[in-house]
């Protein structure tokens, strides 16, 4: 998940805005295939995974649709991983398959390899440190994505997990099985207090932060292009064809190294080619997050990758310079009337469809191009501005800009907070030095990708 600004005055922002206040497009599609004959298979990415294993697999006995396949791959663990997916499977009554691997090779390859080795119509992506807390998880991520040949991933609401989730998924009456020889402990109960308190840290910084992205940001996206940049891509459901695909085309380009976060590569690729990335508020999954210690780590990588994406996929970025020459073609389809002849040829009408195609992209960009476009001025221009005001000691308009983002930001979390709002908007201000660090640090991340990218040219960018 790409990170930003909580709230700039941009485009992005205002559009996330209005979407609050009207719906997604309501034209009622017709689905060229019945999402109930997919056929699903679960991948499970697995790197010493030994204390989120259980909870993983126990939410997948708990699923209303059952996947065909269950395949977990350990990456090169060496622990146990491999050997406690096996011993959980077989207790709670899933047939699995365990792939070992000697050495790690990273989960951009595993997503590639199962999506050729397999030939289901979805790979559902579920990471290892993550449990679909919505029994319906699959089956209504499977139901939205076949709506339209256009969609081709489908994610649900990712929060941090918590120890009262994982409690409380130990508690159904599908976890028992893995509690009934008494063997298993939680792992996580017997974390030191220090521990606790970074991981604490963590996930009250993350809650707020994806509240306001999938509660806002993403929440605009939807309405107004009728998806998001990219799915979040511990819990994703794919059609398997088109990622097969994706993968075809780029391998013989890029290799494997195509960027340091998966989800964002392919979300763009996706966006690329005319398909669309969507994404449900009505299910939600838990994901482990890391200690405090080890955020800036993971920030550093999912914003590289944002970077990284933005150079590959650079007639997304220009779509807004675009945007005269889509209009006059739209001009003259409807002097000639084109358009309508083209809709009547449709045999699948679908709303926010598009022409499929990366030469269209390149000669007319795509409308979800002013979100990424945007997105990069917004990574690049706010730290940097508070940077120069800060040197400059322009202490006034410094003091201004940081108190009206804050109130802002706050503001608009507690409005996406149902149910939470004052607790949401105290948490996100507690955590708002932690935000601003990270924001500022975001320059660190923009130096070493411009390294890589003119100086040494080290684009060896993978995950």
Known sequence: MATAPWFVISPNALLSAIG??????????????????????????????????????????????????????????????????????????????????????????????????????????????????????????????????????????????????????????????????????????????????????????RDCLYRFLQGFVYHGQMVFFGGITNPVGCAVAYRRKYIKNLFDHYEPLLGDDLTTSEDIFIGFALNNEGYRNIQLNDVVARSEEPEATRLPRQVFLWSSSFLQSCFYFDGLMRSPFKAFRRFAK????????????????????????????????????????????????????FPTTLIIMLLMQWWEPLWVTVAVEVLLSLLILGVVSRGSRLKSMGKGLLITPLRYFLMVAELYTIGVFTVHLWITRNRKWRK
């Open 20 to 205: 609050l206040l009207r719906g997604p497009d309501k034209t009622i599609p017709t689905p060229a295939e019945d999402w109930r004959t997919a056929v699903i298979d679960v991948v499970i990415p697995a790197y010493r995974e030994t204390e989120n294993l259980p909870h993983c697999l126990a939410s997948l006995a708990r699923q209303t649709v059952k996947p065909r396949h269950i395949i977990v791959v350990d990456d090169g663990s060496g622990d146990d991983t491999a050997g406690l997916a096996e011993r959980s499977a077989v207790k709670l009554g899933l047939k699995i398959t365990v792939i070992r691997r000697a050495s790690s090779i990273g989960k951009t390859p595993t997503i590639k390899r199962q999506a050729r080795e397999f030939d289901a119509d979805v790979e559902f992506i579920l990471d290892g440190d993550t449990f679909l807390e919505s029994t319906t998880y699959i089956e209504r991520c499977v139901q939205e994505l076949y709506q339209g040949v256009g969609i081709a991933s489908a994610c649900g609401t990712i929060l941090p997990m918590r120890l009262s989730d994982r409690r409380k998924l130990a508690e159904t009456p599908e976890f028992a099985p893995l509690l009934a020889d008494g063997d298993w402990h939680d792992p996580m109960e017997k974390r030191g207090r220090m521990h606790l308190m970074w991981w604490g840290l963590t996930n009250m910084y």
């Open 330 to 381: 739209r001009m003259h389809e409807k002097k000639a009337s084109e358009q309508k002849r083209i809709r009547e040829m449709r045999k699948i009408q679908e709303p926010y469809r598009q022409a499929f195609g990366e030469d269209v992209t390149k000669k007319y960009g795509r409308p979800i191009g002013w979100v990424i476009f945007m997105g990069a001025v917004e990574k690049l221009g």
